[in-house]
């Protein structure tokens, strides 16, 4: 079946530096994702998204990376400030169309 | 515009007792889905209204149910409830469903505690 997962539990880095968050899916048939922040005590709240038929997609400091060869989905966020602090989800549509199907997230902690 | 508005925000419950959940989606959306998240499963779809219809629904027993107005307003349900029901339940609303690149739109959710 699909899944959605993602390589690292944590992610420590320090403010100003770039981070790169990884997810992993095994759904060839995907052809949708999303990547998520969720803040301490506040529901997911969405970055950006891709299609399939796109390698790349850039928004205000972040951009998500699309390798359909290898199933692997990447958020870079530029110059990390501390309010970037949170655990980050990628999501991919079901084969239904109206569900999602989350990784497990990764905690991204900037230091100062 | 205002977000998904989630009501309570928390609640604790016993054992054998029922629950019930509201949300309101962002004005305009009609697509309304819950989500259940626990730190063993993280986050998990329970059901998809659409219209008043529920057009897809998660893998969980049918003690989980939910209903949508016509206002686009849901409401989810949880009877006999289990110690393994505390979770946070995630309500997040769209123009369409995702598949139109609406994306989903979550509330802050309801921390539901079963004793």
């Known amino acids: 079946g699909e899944s959605v997962g993602l390589h690292l539990p944590t992610l420590s880095v320090q403010e100003g530096d770039n981070s790169i968050i990884n997810c992993a899916y095994s759904?060839?048939?995907?052809?949708?994702f999303i990547w998520y922040k969720q803040e301490s005590g506040k529901g997911p709240q969405f970055i950006i998204d891709?299609?399939?038929?796109?390698d790349k997609r850039q928004g205000q400091r972040v951009t998500v990376l699309l390798n359909k060869t290898v199933k692997h989905l990447s958020l870079q966020i530029a110059a990390t400030q501390p309010g970037d602090s949170a655990v980050y989800f990628c999501a991919e549509i079901s084969n239904s169309g109206y569900a999602l199907n989350f990784g497990k997230g990764t905690s991204l902690l900037v230091t100062p | 515009k205002a977000g998904v508005t989630q009501t309570p925000r928390y609640l604790i419950k016993t054992r054998g007792q029922q629950v019930t959940l509201s949300c309101s989606p962002i004005s305009g959306h009609r697509s309304v889905s819950w989500y259940q998240q626990t730190p063993g499963q993280g986050l998990q779809f329970l059901f998809e209204y659409f219209s008043e219809t529920q057009r897809n629904k998660g893998n969980f027993p049918g003690r989980f149910s939910g209903r949508q107005f016509s206002n686009s307003r849901s409401e989810m349900n949880v009877s006999t409830l289990e110690l393994g029901d505390s979770a946070l339940y995630l309500c997040?609303?769209?123009?369409?469903?995702?598949?139109?690149?609406?994306?989903?739109?979550f509330g802050n959710g309801t921390r539901l505690t079963v004793t």
């Open positions: 759904n060839s048939a995907s052809d949708y």
């Open positions: 997040a609303s769209s123009l369409e469903s995702d598949r139109e690149g609406s994306p989903l739109h």
């Open positions: 891709i299609r399939s038929n796109m």
